[in-house]
């Protein structure tokens, strides 16, 4: 009897490696889905945003639940300005799970994309209620507040922004020109001192000192 066992465990031992050396998957779909959604991400960051795409689509593939696989590969289709697609996987994100700060925010990149800003704004203030933290949802509301010209809402955003992201110069340039919107070129004139500050880009340095000697020159 025992050696019965003994000859089906070794059986069972050689078709698992039989299995794998003909390419036979071991992991479940879902740890492979989160293999190809890292690979995914890494491949985003690397600014491969097509092949990302590709490993997205295959992470939805082997888990149809996977909630943040649908953001990688909206985040794709935002990036070639596919819409309908982006906001319909976004959509799909948020039902499965609906704190996902950064499918709100995106869907607001959409909804701007597609002139629902009523849409948008919802979206992006919905994005820093779930992450207060989330810089980027605070840029785009404060960008949408410009847009729709309430300036004074758009500096209160950036103002989040920077709070966030300090060290960001691009910040403290667009925040100056809100400010000259709003009529403060003092306020506007200490932004883009940090602005230069902060700075190591010739072209961003060189347009803020521009903005600064029309604020100067004309006695702001």
């Not at 100056?176 to 072209?203: E, K, R, V, W, Y």
Request: proline content about 4%.
């Amino acid at each position: 009897m025992r050696a019965r066992i003994i000859a089906s465990i070794g059986l069972l031992a050689v078709a698992a490696i039989a299995s794998l050396a003909c390419g036979g998957r071991t992991d479940p779909p879902e740890v492979e889905a989160r293999l190809e959604y890292q690979k995914g991400r890494t491949l985003q960051e690397q600014g491969s945003v097509k092949k990302a795409g590709d490993a997205y689509a295959r992470a939805i593939f082997l888990d149809p639940n996977f909630a943040a696989a649908y953001v990688g590969r909206g985040y794709v289709y935002l990036a070639h300005e596919n819409l309908g697609n982006a906001i319909a996987d976004f959509d799909k994100a948020i039902e499965l799970d609906s704190n996902l700060s950064e499918a709100y925010n995106y869907r607001g990149l959409a909804s701007v994309g597609m002139a629902d800003p009523d849409q948008a704004m919802l979206d992006f203030t919905m994005a820093v209620e779930i992450d207060p933290g989330l810089a980027a949802a605070y840029l785009n509301r404060a960008r949408l507040h410009a847009r729709l010209q309430d300036f004074l809402s758009a500096i209160e955003d950036m103002t989040a922004a920077i709070r966030e992201r300090p060290e960001e110069p691009m910040h403290y340039m667009e925040r100056a020109q809100m400010h000259l919107f709003q009529g403060d070129p003092a306020s506007a004139a200490a932004d883009l001192d940090q602005a230069i500050s902060l700075t190591d880009d010739p072209n961003v340095e060189l347009r803020a000192k521009q903005l600064l000697a029309q604020i100067r020159g004309s006695g702001g």
